[in-house]
């Protein structure tokens, strides 16, 4: 009897590949793959084919244009259609286009086979037309579930470091393993580098592309590994993890008993519903961080204008920070007043340089101007959407406690909190520094101005934090100098 000839059409590669390493290890079969519509054409006129597998969604023509072309010229091989993305539409429409049964992304190699087997069984079966598509809707139930369910729990996800940890833990849930260890690929350095993992005592070693071992050799060759138990070794699993077809890093599991061809497509299931969500959080994280930078750059410009105002910035950030620290304030509130910080005077670019930079005091009428630029730095920042929090603390950092600052004489705790750290910070800087009109205050004269404006200016629990950590770190220091450089932001 002739060999099974097995046709499998997918552009993603992995999968395809996998599809045709199960066909081929379950039977003496020939299996020809087809990265497209157009290879899958050629391969037909040229080999007679038993059974075709399709995906739908492929670029150039689709696995339906292709499936409408196959009964147009009059081929009679049963096709599955394979989609990850089912709907009632598309199943009608591909049963009228002749598909003769469908499989929904992921499916188990069972689920493959039984397919397979019935079509090789087709004359033979009893089996009514209605109890097939019973079969095949509950199966299409249970696979939604399953995919739902990913879907769902990644999506929560808020930020690159919990979406890792959460890939993990669904990697861990649906495929129970000993070990697990999330890689992710430094192109630059050819190393993978543990990002997330489970199991292990210490942080799992990196690991270079170049060496020769299987995970490297799987993430080199883009294919799955499947190593089985053997002597004391533990059965390992491991899933390279693409976006858009490029090495972003790869998943290991270890465990003592084998692992299953179901798990590995669970395995790369997973790690294809995470790709595009990592993806849009590195990409988001690389605008933000692309927009601090320009943002940044021009407060650097504006001091650069002004020698007494150079670096000004940095430090009322490191003031701010080691404040808002003693305060107990979370990493997130921290991190805002950081960026806020480092912008906070961004307004003055708004203000003209004849005021901006007057060597001697300004007039009443020179100092409306320059309270306009809160309000000008808040727009600034706040124009994109994407330091809107960032932004409000800028507007408020001239308010004071009482009620008499700028720009909203906003009082009390009504002032966001972040803004009247930093509020402190500033006026602190300011005093510490160098003017055209007056000398630099030493720290300790500073530190009397802040304790004055306890319950005016200043919010009095800052003032007290403030008094007591500058006292502690002025304390015996000559050197003001070191004492602003020790403080670390
Ligand atoms: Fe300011």
Redesign the pocket.
């Known amino acids: 009897m002739n060999k099974p000839r097995y046709l499998v059409v997918d552009d993603e590669n992995l999968l395809r590949e996998n599809l045709a390493l199960l066909l081929s290890s379950q039977e003496d079969c020939e299996v020809f793959q087809a990265r497209n519509a157009y290879e899958a054409l050629d391969i037909l006129k040229k080999y007679p084919i038993d059974l075709a597998l399709i995906d739908i969604n492929m670029p150039g023509l689709s696995g339906l244009e292709l499936l409408r072309i196959i009964r147009k010229d009059g081929y009679q091989i049963p096709v599955i259609l394979m989609t990850g993305y089912p709907s009632l539409d598309l199943t009608v429409e591909a049963l009228r286009e002749g598909a003769n049964d469908f499989l929904i992304k992921p499916f188990t190699s069972q689920q493959l086979l039984e397919i397979i087997a019935r079509f090789k069984q087709k004359n033979k079966t009893s089996k009514s037309e209605y109890d097939d598509i019973l079969e095949l809707l509950k199966r299409k139930t249970q696979e939604q579930t399953l995919l739902f369910t990913i879907s769902d729990r990644l999506i929560k996800c808020d930020s690159l470091s919990t979406l890792y940890d959460e890939i993990i833990k669904l990697q861990q849930e649906f495929i129970p393993s000993e070990e697990i260890v999330f890689y992710l690929f430094d192109q630059e350095k050819g190393v993978l580098i543990p990002t997330s993992w489970a199991g292990f005592k210490e942080r799992p070693s990196e690991i270079l592309i170049e060496e020769a071992n299987p995970v490297s050799k799987s993430v080199r060759e883009r294919l799955p590994y499947l190593i089985p138990q053997k002597d004391n070794e533990k059965a390992t699993l491991i899933v390279p993890f693409l976006i858009r077809g490029e090495i972003f890093g790869a998943f290991v599991l270890c465990r003592q008993e084998n692992f299953s061809r179901e798990e590995l497509f669970l395995a790369n299931l997973i790690g294809e519903r995470s790709a595009p969500l990592v993806e849009n959080f590195i990409l988001y994280e690389s605008i933000v961080l692309n927009l601090h930078d320009a943002l940044r750059a021009l407060v650097k410009v504006l001091e650069a204008k002004d020698p007494y105002t150079k670096e000004h910035s940095e430090r009322v950030t490191r003031y701010a920070v080691l404040l808002a620290r003693e305060l107990g304030l979370s990493d997130d509130e921290i991190e805002c007043l950081r960026v806020a910080g480092h912008l ?2 961004i307004g003055k670019v708004g203000i003209p340089d004849a005021i901006l930079l007057k060597p001697g005091r300004l007039t009443s009428d020179e100092f409306e101007i320059i309270k306009a ?2 309000l000008i730095g808040a727009e600034i920042v706040g124009h994109i959407g994407l330091l809107a929090e960032e932004a409000k603390i800028i507007k408020y ?2 308010e004071r406690w009482d009620g008499k600052g700028y720009p909203t004489g906003l009082a009390g705790r009504d002032i966001p909190l972040l803004s009247r750290v930093l509020a402190v910070a ?1 006026a602190f800087d300011a005093m510490t520094s160098k003017r055209p009109y007056r000398p630099a205050m030493s720290f300790i004269d500073a530190i009397q101005e802040i304790k004055k404006g306890k319950g005016s200016q200043f919010d009095p629990e800052i003032v007290q934090i403030f008094v007591s950590i500058f006292q502690d770190l002025t304390r015996g220091e000559e050197d003001e100098s070191r004492v602003v450089s020790s403080v670390v932001t």
Do not use: Y
């Open positions: 906070h005077d630029h809160p950092h001239h500033d």
